[in-house]
Structures are given as C-alpha cells and as structure tokens.
C-alpha cells in the first residue's frame, strides 16, 4: 500500500510539472511548413496559481522567436493568448522552441510554453566531415544546415584550407530536371571552390586553397561571404558564411570539423572533435 501511495504521489507530481500550454499535443503532431513558410501559432496560455499573476519575461530557448502576449496581467486560472513566430529559413527537420513566462512574484513557479514543428527544406546545405560518406546526409543534426565554417591555420598551412559541403534537395522540393547549381560567387582570395554533381542528383562542393598548398598565406582575419546559386525557384541563393584566422598559433588550435587534415594524418588517442559552427 505505501508502494502505490508513493506512485499516485510521484504522478501527481509529473501532472503538475508537466508542460499543457503547446500549439500541438505532442511532438509526433507537429505540423509540417516548407522552409519558405514562417512558423506562426497563437499558444492558450492559463495561468495556474491560485491568485492573480504578473508576467515579468518572456524568455525563449531560441532567439529566433519573436513574441508576443495579449495579457500581462492574469487572474487566478484565467488565460491569455502567447503568440510565436520563427522564420524557417536555412531550417530543416523537427523544431521545438520553449517559452519560459517568468512571475513578478518569486513565491510562484514560471509558466512554461512549448511549441512544435518541423521544417521540410528547399535546398538544405549539411558539412560533410573526414571519413563521412558525401552521397549520404549526415544524421547527426549537428552537421546539418550548416551555413558558417570557421578555419583556424597558420601562414605556412594553407593545405589545412578544407572543407565539403553537400547540397541537396529533399525529393518532394527537386526542380524539374534536378538540383542544378549554377556559380558559385566569392570575390575573396583565400578560397577556391569545386563543386561536383554526385550520382544521387546532390552536389558535393570541395573548398580548398586559392593560391596553391605551397603557397604562404596573409596573417588577419577574414569574414567573407560565399553565394551559392541554384536553379531552385524558391531559394535561388544559399548564403555562406566563411570565418578565417590565418595566424602564427592557430597550430594549436583544435581541428575544426569540415577540415580534410593531411595526408598520413592521425588524430590522437581519445580525440574528439568539437561540434560543427552553426
């Protein structure tokens, strides 16, 4: 009897905590918007002390939300209208954004927020890693979407100038006659870019060294764009972001993912690698 009495406990404790303010019951109900489309829901949000709350915050978990709320101010139980919208541009997959309603009161628990929904890209960029298969999109979200890649090498080092890029089209958004790319615009002089059509109709670009890997390169700080452009009807461009440091101690940095070391390389013992730039 005491077992089911600490059960019945420990359940009313997870009803009390769990989260009931979302745009869906759950993620598996999430509506599904095309890269182009932004997310917006209008979120029923109760307040559920006992007495009249003031909202203080509105913290989201991504800064990429905009909101907004009808009401600050609520009575006990009463509901007020949490409105969310989220630009899905360079998005793609499942997307969940949390809403923290913080209290003037600190003797009251903050009212939680929760909204699903998942992206299905027009043209989706992913960085394809050493020893990653480029036919293939990496399933560790952390390689996908990427459209910033920072590299740390020295002067004498322009060989550790590496990155592969796959581009990709999912098969509801291929354009007729398939994912074309059609330049590839970058003014600058440190990178040069070779992109190759691969048997499943993606494009896998190789970036590399400009002036040769004999080459020494410029000391400084380089924040460049690279333009990608597409015969996609809805995303004809895909902007990159390409951060270099050329400096005398970037030796001792860790490898950054997307860098292709060189040949004969071996990574020590336990070395992992830290997660892509976003």
């Known amino acids: 009897m005491r077992h089911l009495l600490l059960f019945c406990l420990l359940c009313l404790a997870f009803v009390a905590h769990a989260v009931e303010n979302r745009n869906v019951a759950d993620a ?19 307040n559920p002390h006992d007495r009249a709350v003031k ?17 600050r101010f609520l009575l006990p139980k009463a509901t007020t209208t949490l409105t969310i919208a989220v630009d899905n541009a360079n998005r793609s997959g499942p997307v969940r954004v949390g809403v923290t309603l913080y209290l003037t009161d600190p003797d009251l628990e903050s009212i939680e927020v929760e909204a699903f929904w998942q992206v299905r890209p027009c043209v989706q ?42 581009i990709s089209c999912p098969p509801e958004e291929v354009p007729a006659g398939g994912l074309k790319l059609l330049g590839i615009d970058y003014p600058g002089t440190l990178w040069r870019s070779t992109p ?20 020494t390169l410029t000391a400084g700080e380089f924040q460049e764009k690279v333009v990608v452009r597409t015969n996609h009807p809805d995303k004809p461009t895909l902007t990159l972001d390409f951060s270099t440091l050329v400096g005398k101690d970037a030796g001792q940095q860790a490898i950054d993912q997307g860098i292709l070391p060189p040949p004969g390389f071996a990574p020590p013992p336990g070395f992992v690698p830290p997660p892509a730039p976003r």
């Open 28 to 46: 598996g109900q999430a509506p599904i918007l095309r890269e182009v489309e932004p997310f917006l829901t209008h979120i029923t949000v109760r």
């Open 55 to 71: 909202i203080r915050l509105l913290d989201p978990t991504c800064k990429c939300a905009t909101l907004e709320i009808a009401d």
């Open 125 to 166: 960029v992913d960085a394809i890693g050493p020893g990653m298969d480029p036919l293939k999109r990496p399933e560790d979200r952390a390689w996908q979407d990427i459209y910033r890649y920072v590299t740390k090498v020295r002067p004498d080092e322009p060989n550790r100038l590496r990155k592969r890029l796959r």
């Open 196 to 215: 190759t059509q691969q048997s499943d109709g993606s494009w896998l670009v190789s970036a590399g060294p400009q002036a040769g890997e004999d080459a």
